[in-house]
């Protein structure tokens, strides 16, 4: 003890002082959680769920409070009287904060963004030689395209950047279906078997987009009979080799 209290005295470079409390909303009677306790020597905490907070600062040091990106005043650790149970309440009322809605991500919409985000990469075809019509009505070489016919290293990064793009929607198509909440509802698979599970068994595209939901479902049971049936026959020969 002697040696840490040494230790902290030399970091702060003075006595540590530890101030522990609470913060309330103006009403004194709502914890606030996540509310930012900072210093002006750089020491820094936030508040738990039910609105306490402890932290070890220098004895001249000053703390404050910061909610929403609103500071308090600052406060002198030496005139806060009682360090252990020094409370706080902020001028927010937390009825009135207003209610965040966190919505599950839509796949087609996202799919529909990223063609948009995306569209000059996914239109994109290789150069080829074409006409088009001059002003004068005559038909004539499109120059555009043939200049572009020789930007050879463009030409290469814009196919392969469609194709990747191309083949991480129909990753995300893939995950949409076989989702990870799905299998363990008809599983109860966790942890490291789901994660063998979801790689092991992750369906072909072919299936994702033709099976309907009930065929869908019944290949992922079937799976499951085959993992567990396999799971099975590796613990016994892992006992038998214990065994020997």
């Known amino acids: 003890m002697l040696l840490l209290t040494a230790a902290t005295r030399t970091a702060f470079g003075q006595a540590p002082v530890r101030i522990s409390g609470r913060v309330f909303d103006m009403s004194q009677s709502n914890p606030m959680q996540s509310v930012s306790v900072q210093t002006n020597s750089g020491v820094g905490t936030v508040t738990d769920s039910l609105g306490r907070y402890t932290i070890v600062v220098p004895e001249t040091d000053s703390i ?50 990223n063609r948009l985000d995306y569209a000059k990469a996914f239109n994109f075809e290789k150069p080829g030689v074409s006409t088009s019509l001059n002003p004068n009505g005559g038909v004539g070489l499109d120059i555009n395209e043939f200049i572009n016919m020789f930007r050879f290293r463009r030409n290469r990064s814009m196919m392969a950047f469609r194709e990747r793009l191309e083949r991480e929607e129909i990753d995300k198509y893939i995950d949409h279906r076989f989702s990870r909440a799905l299998v363990i509802k008809l599983t109860k698979l966790k942890g490291a078997d789901l994660d063998t599970f979801m790689a092991r068994y992750r369906p072909p595209l072919f299936l994702v987009q033709n099976a309907t939901e009930y065929e869908f479902q019944s290949y992922i049971k079937n799976c499951y009979e085959k993992f567990h049936k396999l799971q099975l026959i590796m613990g016994e020969l892992k006992k038998e080799e214990e065994q020997e």
């Open 64 to 113: 404050w409070f910061s909610y929403l990106g609103k500071p308090t005043p600052k406060y002198s650790v030496q005139s806060i009287r009682n360090i252990q149970n020094f409370e706080v309440a902020l001028h927010v009322n937390i009825t009135e904060l207003k209610q965040v809605m966190v919505k599950p991500r839509n796949y087609r919409a996202d799919s529909i963004q």
